[in-house]
């Protein structure tokens, strides 16, 4: 931990040395909340968001705030080791476009409907999800936009890494945003004087266990996008370069609400753009698409309710990227650096590595919540 601050109903812990104006205010706002548990938890990687910083934890003991897990429900990542301790440029180049071809990018779709065997199983009644099931046939296995991404890697245990990061697309949009607005009618009727983004059910109520049960099939809907995908990646690898073979597959959401223990209370953790990080556990922590990632298995820090980063985070805003950043040297930067980037035009600075803030300061930042256990540098990335 870097920093506490104490001005508030409960104390914000934070792993970074200064945090932007708006996101500092959100985090106030949770601290002050009357169901908020022990303290709040503020990644490295934090920046404003929706009610939420994202890079933020809260937990509670009866209540769940669909804000605190956002719209994008079970956004995450997923890495896959290959055999292969090169790949050819040629064949890379070859790998990248089938994947263009065989994975709906940005608002793109599927033009036929998925096996249904890649949709998680409706077992209990689920209003929304019901209605958006068979939409969802057509999404799952495609990347979406933003940071979402595919990306080629070359690990420092020597192999060709795999990594995607996606969400639960259209379904959990609508869910995240249903449960939201029932929400907001939920706690103004009981009175409950808190800032509207930051509305919540109680636990006991209909809305609760509705919200709850719907939230995590589309944390599950969100990881078969994700297997979906990288059985895509598989396909057009194994297409290329016959030899290859692929284990150590991890898996790790970072927008979700979970049932765990700390501090010997039974809680619902809320983790907003946050990656568990257990003891021992793996986790995935991507910097931009000019930058390392990494692999690092959680310390199981009890401070920051056993949480680390999910990437490097950005440095400035969206329409601050495009505005500000120069096209020519981006693109330069990934070339220099020999990348097969997605940095096409003034609209893809958004995306670019000088909006992101500098993964190696950030990972210095949480050395207390995880150990780095493979750096990966990027090859070639497809971006949303």
Same mark, same amino acid.
């Given at each position: 931990?870097?920093?506490?601050?104490?001005?508030?109903?409960?104390?914000?812990?934070?792993?970074?040395?200064?945090?932007?104006?708006?996101?500092?205010?959100?985090?106030?706002?949770?601290?002050?909340?009357?169901?908020?548990?022990?303290?709040?938890?503020?990644?490295?990687?934090?920046?404003?968001?929706?009610?939420?910083?994202?890079?933020?934890?809260?937990?509670?003991?009866?209540?769940?705030?669909?804000?605190?897990?956002?719209?994008?429900?079970?956004?995450?990542?997923?890495?896959?080791?290959?055999?292969?301790?090169?790949?050819?440029? $040629? =064949?890379?180049? *070859?790998?990248? !476009?089938?994947?263009?071809?065989?994975?709906?990018?940005?608002? &793109?779709?599927? #033009? +036929?409907?998925?096996?249904?065997?890649?949709?998680?199983?409706?077992?209990?009644?689920?209003?929304?999800?019901?209605?958006?099931?068979?939409?969802?046939?057509?999404?799952?296995?495609?990347?979406?936009?933003?940071?979402?991404?595919?990306?080629?890697?070359?690990?420092?245990?020597?192999?060709?890494?795999?990594?995607?990061?996606?969400?639960?697309?259209?379904?959990?949009?609508?869910?995240?945003?249903?449960?939201?607005?029932?929400?907001?009618?939920?706690?103004?009727?009981?009175? $409950? =004087?808190?800032? *509207?983004?930051? !509305?919540?059910?109680?636990?006991?109520?209909?809305?609760?266990? &509705?919200?709850? #049960? +719907?939230?995590?099939?589309?944390?599950?809907?969100?990881?078969?996008?994700?297997?979906?995908?990288?059985?895509?990646?598989?396909?057009?690898?194994?297409?290329?370069?016959?030899?290859?073979?692929?284990?150590?597959?991890?898996?790790?959401?970072?927008?979700?609400?979970?049932?765990?223990?700390?501090?010997?209370?039974?809680?619902?953790?809320?983790?907003?753009?946050?990656?568990?990080?257990?003891?021992?556990?793996?986790?995935?922590?991507?910097?931009?698409?000019?930058?390392?990632?990494?692999?690092?298995?959680?310390?199981?820090?009890?401070?920051?309710?056993?949480?680390?980063?999910?990437?490097?985070?950005?440095?400035?805003?969206?329409?601050?990227?495009?505005?500000?950043?120069?096209?020519?040297?981006?693109?330069?930067?990934?070339?220099?650096?020999?990348?097969?980037?997605?940095?096409?035009?003034?609209?893809?600075?958004?995306?670019?590595?000088?909006?992101?803030?500098?993964?190696?300061?950030?990972?210095?930042?949480?050395?207390?919540?995880?150990?780095?256990?493979?750096?990966?540098?990027?090859?070639?990335?497809?971006?949303?």
């Amino acid at each position: 931990m870097i920093q506490k601050i104490e001005t508030e109903r409960i104390p914000i812990k934070l792993w970074l040395d200064e945090l932007e104006e708006g996101a500092l205010q959100q985090a106030k706002d949770l601290a002050n909340l009357e169901i908020a548990f022990r303290h709040i938890a503020i990644m490295p990687d934090s920046h404003q968001g929706y009610g939420m910083p994202i890079g933020g934890i809260l937990a509670t003991k009866d209540a769940i705030i669909p804000n605190a897990v956002g719209v994008d429900i079970g956004c995450g990542m997923c890495s896959l080791r290959t055999n292969l301790t090169e790949v050819d440029l $040629d =064949d890379l180049k *070859k790998i990248m !476009s089938r994947i263009r071809e065989t994975v709906p990018v940005g608002f &793109n779709h599927h #033009k +036929e409907k998925q096996d249904d065997t890649w949709m998680p199983e409706l077992k209990e009644d689920l209003p929304i999800v019901s209605k958006e099931y068979e939409r969802g046939r057509y999404q799952v296995g495609t990347l979406g936009g933003g940071n979402h991404f595919i990306e080629i890697q070359k690990g420092s245990d020597g192999y060709i890494w795999i990594m995607v990061h996606s969400g639960s697309r259209n379904i959990g949009y609508t869910v995240a945003n249903h449960y939201h607005k029932e929400a907001v009618k939920e706690t103004k009727k009981r009175g $409950d =004087d808190v800032p *509207k983004d930051l !509305s919540y059910f109680l636990r006991g109520t209909v809305e609760y266990d &509705n919200y709850f #049960k +719907e939230m995590n099939y589309c944390i599950e809907f969100a990881l078969q996008n994700r297997k979906l995908m990288m059985e895509r990646v598989k396909d057009a690898f194994a297409e290329f370069v016959p030899s290859v073979e692929f284990s150590n597959f991890i898996n790790k959401p970072h927008n979700f609400a979970a049932w765990e223990t700390h501090f010997g209370e039974k809680l619902m953790v809320h983790r907003k753009g946050a990656t568990r990080a257990e003891k021992g556990e793996w986790g995935m922590i991507p910097g931009s698409q000019g930058t390392s990632s990494y692999l690092v298995k959680g310390k199981g820090n009890p401070l920051s309710f056993n949480s680390c980063s999910h990437g490097a985070g950005r440095v400035m805003s969206r329409a601050e990227a495009r505005r500000s950043l120069d096209l020519k040297k981006e693109v330069a930067q990934l070339k220099d650096m020999g990348v097969l980037h997605a940095l096409r035009h003034k609209k893809d600075l958004d995306e670019a590595p000088s909006s992101y803030k500098d993964i190696k300061e950030v990972m210095a930042l949480q050395e207390d919540l995880v150990k780095v256990k493979v750096e990966l540098t990027p090859l070639a990335v497809v971006k949303g």
